[in-house]
Structure formats: structure tokens, C-alpha cells
């Protein structure tokens, strides 16, 4: 199942399952007439899709160290809490709450190795790790980051140790944790006080600076012309990069396009439907020649591929000028510097 069927499978049918510090209790998206409900309503089912995906994540991990699961079904649904957290990926906009947690679930970039280190030196220790305890620890063992490291490094012995798996479990109930309260904090729309110009200004920074972050996720191995640096890449153990970054762009265009009720018919509705087509050509163009089949990682082991990689990154880049530029010059907002500028 690609990310798209995922992704439309999960907004239609999200059951949630129990877990250990997380609210079992069904909610709905809070309704408004605000211009910005269809964008918060996506936002929202992203948020209880990504807390589902840490909880079935959770539950696996516990099946598979009691022996009742197989670590290929592992893997896979480690695969499909990333995909989903790549819908929330890289905000620096909505709830305070959800912001602040979101630091937690993923540490990137690793430019010296330092989930390597942590996780070495955690598994080393003879003890009993706790969800409680997993949270006071540096977040490169908190996370997603840290699952993949389990199941993917070589240096992990997480199918011979069960001390190590009793660690799995404790790191994703912590993520089943911090994923709730992400959810939790989607419940009410924040942006309610926000006149229409705001609210296109936050709109436009909203996606501005979730593309800047997938942009920096292929620039960063890139790195300097003829010299990668493709430990930069992200998930490199499990070769996801790309799949990845696609499932970033899919929900960009949900994003944009809000059901109908998103910036492209603003633009529409005002005569620029020459700039909300380049628009969505652009996203239809990424869509259809996405190399999701491949990896960063592996791309940059020859010239070829850092080619491929680097016409990747033209395409976002482009679409970046598109939404951060020519929209904000039409709707007359002005957009500062991205929070993730400098870094």
C-alpha cells in the first residue's frame, strides 16, 4: 500500500487502539466558519493518524519482544509511524503544545553520529528502561530516529538481547506518549483570532517552512558540489529518504489545496488561476517523477544518482519560490524568515 492509499485509508477510518499513557477516547476536529478550518481539520486528522500509527507501533514492538510478531511486520510499521509523522514534519506553526513536543520524535541531522553514540551507551546499561525514564534522556533516544536504530543498525542486537527489546518497548510507549499529546493539542483550532490577511500570512508560512525542511533534507547530503555527505541523509539505516520526502510533499498538497478551500481557490477566486495551475503542475509533476524507489543514501554513491538527487531538489526548491514569492506578493502578505533559516 503506497502512501497515498495510507494516508486516505487513515483520515477515513482512524481506530484507535490502547496504550500505555495515551487517550483512547474518540474526538472530532473543532468546527468553525474561520478560512482556516479546512487547513486546522487536515492538521487535526494528520495528528490522530501519526498518534494511531505510534500506538499500532507500540503495540507491535510489545507482540514482537512476547514473540508474537515477526520483525519484517516491525519494521513495516515503524515505515508507516514515519510516513505519518512526515505530514507534521518540520512546523513551526499551530498549538505551542504540539510544537514543543515535536522536537522529541525526531533528532536530525545526526552530523557526528549521535544516535549511534546514545544508543550504544542506553542498551549498555543494565537496567530495566522505562517509558518514564526514556523521556528524561537526550531526545536521540527518544524517538523515531532511536526505533530505527533498533531495528535497523547492525551494531543493534535487538532480536538476540531482550534487555534491548524491553528498551524498544519503553522508546515507543514514549512515542505512543508524546504522539498523544501532539493529537491532543490539535483539538482546537489555533488560529481562530486571526483576521483573513493573517491568517493567508500564517497559511503561507505554514508551508514555507515545512518545504524549507524537506529542501535542507536533500541540501544538507548534498552538501558541496562533487562532495556528499550522505549520513546526512535522513532514515539512511532504513533507506526511506525518499518515500519520505514524498509523503512530505503529498501532504504539502492536501495542505494547499484544504479540500477546495485552500490557497489555490483563493487564488482562483481572485483571477490568478495561471499561478495556482503552475501550482499544482508543479506538485503533479513531483508526484509522477518522484524516485521513491531509491534512497539518498545510495543516490549519492555515484554521480548519476547525486544528479537525480540534485533534480530533486530543483523541484522543491521551484515550488518553495512559487508559495513563499509569488503567493505572498498576490495576497499581499509579507513572510519573514523561515525558523529553520541559519540553522
Known sequence: MDFKQVLLASLLTISLLGCQSTDTQTVNPQISSHPSHHVYKLEFEFAQ?????????????????????????????????????MALQG??????????QSWNLQFWPDKKNTTGRKMHQLIAQPKRWTQAEIAKQS????????????????????????????????????????????????????????????WHAEYIALLSNQLDYSIKKLSRPLANFGHPRPYFAESWRSQASMKNLQANIMALQALYLADGHGIDAVL???GKANLADRI??????????????????????????????????NKLE??????????????????????????
Request: aromatic share 8%; net charge negative; proline share 2%.
Open 268 to 270: 482562483r477566486d481572485r
Open 49 to 85: 493518524r501519526l498518534k494511531v500509527e505510534s500506538i499500532n507501533l507500540s503495540q507491535t514492538v510489545s507482540d514482537y519482544c512476547a514473540a508474537n510478531g515477526d520483525l519484517a511486520s516491525l519494521k513495516q510499521q515503524w515505515h508507516r509511524t514515519m510516513l505519518a509523522w
Open 139 to 198: 531526545v536521540t533516544v527518544q524517538g523515531l530516529g532511536a526505533m530505527e536504530w533498533l531495528l535497523f543498525d547492525s551494531a543493534s542486537d535487538l532480536t538476540t538481547n531482550t534487555s534491548t527489546c524491553q528498551t524498544a518497548i519503553a522508546i515507543s510507549h514514549n512515542l505512543a506518549r508524546n504522539t498523544s499529546e501532539i493529537a491532543r493539542a490539535w483539538h482546537t483550532n489555533p488560529w481562530l483570532n486571526l483576521d483573513e490577511k493573517q
Open 91 to 100: 512546523q513551526q506553526r499551530g498549538p505551542e503544545l504540539a510544537l514543543a
Open 318 to 343: 521551484q515550488l518553495n519560490y512559487l508559495i513563499h514569492e509569488e503567493v505572498a506578493i498576490e495576497l499581499g502578505v509579507i513572510i519573514g524568515f523561515n525558523a529553520t533559516d541559519g540553522d
Open 280 to 313: 499544482v503542475n508543479q506538485f503533479n509533476t513531483m508526484a509522477e517523477t518522484w524516485p521513491s524507489d531509491q534512497s539518498v543514501f545510495v543516490l549519492l554513491q555515484t554521480k548519476s544518482g547525486y544528479q537525480k538527487v540534485y533534480a530533486q531538489l
